[in-house]
């Protein structure tokens, strides 16, 4: 299994809900991220997590909150964000590069947030 | 600092043209790069990485240190290769083992029949 699984594919969101995110990978991997993509833009790196601790935030503002329960799963918690938070987040996961050999990425469908 | 520059945000070729995709990165340690393909409604997937040296869907990419450059070519461009392609360097300033993936701002390949 090579797939990196997110879920929902779209979501619509009010300014005062609360959502989330999830992502799951089973390869094993223990390093995952998460990027916010703009339409016609790069994917912009949020969150990184290895081994299930938090490693790298990029400046993120605190109505993102990310979340790695175990080494499977990650979730990213929204809450009260803005309609220019409005995206394409997308999940990927690879293995640690201590360990040398293949280090790419694997990247899911993405999840299509609207906030309104 | 990190950063990866594609020149090019729009190029357009004729089928069996030749392409070069370019990608230039400045980088102080000894950079991992790869090259990233997002077809039409598809997930971003790895088409290349400079460590392996591979060709994949007749595309290559060689790793030029002393023009810090790293430009994807075809010999013969084919319809279906039309997407956006980005080039990412992977660096390991951050000490650990998972390392901040960064990514040019893409290039649109649209090839016409």
């Known amino acids: 299994d090579t797939e990196v699984t997110q879920t929902p594919k779209h979501l619509v969101m009010g300014m005062t809900n609360k959502k989330s995110l999830k992502c799951e990978q089973h390869?094993?991997?223990?390093?995952m991220y998460w990027y916010k993509q703009k339409a016609k833009k790069p994917p912009e790196l949020m969150f990184v997590y290895s081994y299930e601790k938090l490693s790298i935030n990029e400046s993120v503002p605190s109505r993102f909150s990310p979340e790695c329960p175990n080494s499977s799963l990650l979730n990213l918690h929204l809450h009260a964000l803005q309609p220019e938070d409005s995206a394409l987040y997308l999940c990927a996961s690879s293995q640690d590069r201590r360990f040398g050999g293949n280090t790419e990425a694997f990247f899911g469908q993405g999840t299509r947030l609207t906030v309104v | 600092a990190q950063r990866v520059t594609q020149p090019e945000k729009l190029l357009s070729v004729f089928k069996g043209a030749p392409v070069e995709l370019k990608c230039n990165y400045s980088y102080s340690g000894s950079p991992e790069l790869f090259w990233y393909v997002q077809y039409s409604r598809q997930r971003l997937q790895l088409l290349l990485r400079?460590?392996s040296r591979e060709s994949i869907k007749g595309f290559t990419a060689d790793l030029n240190k002393g023009e810090t450059s790293f430009h994807l070519k075809k010999p013969f461009a084919q319809e279906e290769d039309s997407a956006m392609y980005y080039c990412a360097l992977r660096s390991s300033n951050y000490g650990g083992a998972t390392n901040k993936l960064i990514f040019g701002t893409g290039t649109l390949l649209a090839v016409q029949p």
């Open positions: 390869m094993g991997h223990r390093a």
């Open positions: 400079h460590i």
